[in-house]
């Protein structure tokens, strides 16, 4: 892994990237601020039918997990983890309003340079092109500020929307992972998708911009 740099600075990190216009409305991504106390956990509280199926399981309830007080702590570890340059964690806004999260975890550098990606939208933004905005960003700037050669996603097959993400990004599908996350309470199998610089020397937001799906605000 590589040493920190002056400050503790890492490649890519911090980072503010977009502004990119789509259905839901204009979306950027920016590093966590302890003021996303309340809206994070507004939203997490309003939607735990919509993301509890799909996140890793953890200790304590939901409510508690994602409570405003619970915020302080999660801020300041993927901090610490931010500046020791083994996580990138973005908060998603739309319409400069907190509406999600990408992270990109275990940065791994050397010969390696890869990472997996997380992320999740908040249900009444659903189908509106936020995610592939959020991730299509993210990716761009790992392959470039950050230095990163491959980003990995691990999808349970049944999540059809988040599998759909990675097909409009041109992410492809390497693998199934058997019993690999324990996700809401048991070893679930997950197919394992991935991308390197090579698939987009033009990057993510363009594809998504030469698509349609995406605009670049003037
Ligand atoms: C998966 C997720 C991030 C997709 O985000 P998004 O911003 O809605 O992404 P998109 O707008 O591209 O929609 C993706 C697909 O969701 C499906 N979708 C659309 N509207 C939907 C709705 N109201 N409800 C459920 N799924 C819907 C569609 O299949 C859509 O594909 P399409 O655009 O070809 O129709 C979001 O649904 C989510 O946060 N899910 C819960 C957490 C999660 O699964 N995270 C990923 C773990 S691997």
Not at 136 to 143: G, K, M, N, P, R
């Amino acid at each position: 892994m590589q040493a920190p740099g002056p400050q503790g600075r890492h490649p890519g990190w911090p980072a503010k990237l977009g502004p990119l216009r789509v259905k839901a409305g204009v979306v950027a991504v920016r590093g966590p601020r302890l003021f996303d106390a309340s809206a994070w956990s507004r939203i997490r509280l309003r939607d735990r039918e919509h993301l509890e199926r799909w996140e890793p399981s953890a200790p304590g309830s939901w409510d508690d997990r994602n409570s405003t007080l619970a915020w302080p702590g999660q801020w300041s570890s993927l901090r610490a983890l931010a500046r020791r340059g083994m996580t990138l964690p973005f908060v998603i806004t739309v319409d400069d309003q907190v509406a999600g999260q990408v992270t990109v975890g275990n940065v791994i550098r050397g010969s390696l340079c890869s990472a997996w990606i997380g992320y999740w939208v908040a249900s009444h933004l659903v189908g509106g092109g936020v995610a592939p905005a959020a991730v299509a960003l993210v990716v761009d700037h790992c392959f470039t500020q950050a230095g990163l050669h491959r980003i990995e996603a691990t999808v349970r097959p049944e999540n059809t929307a988040s599998l759909r993400v990675l097909e409009k990004l041109a992410f492809r599908q390497e693998g199934l992972f058997k019993r690999y996350l324990d996700v809401a309470g048991d070893w679930r199998d997950h197919l394992c998708l991935a991308i390197t610089t090579e698939d987009v020397p033009d990057g993510l937001v363009h594809r998504l911009v030469s698509d349609g799906r995406a605009a670049i605000p003037q």
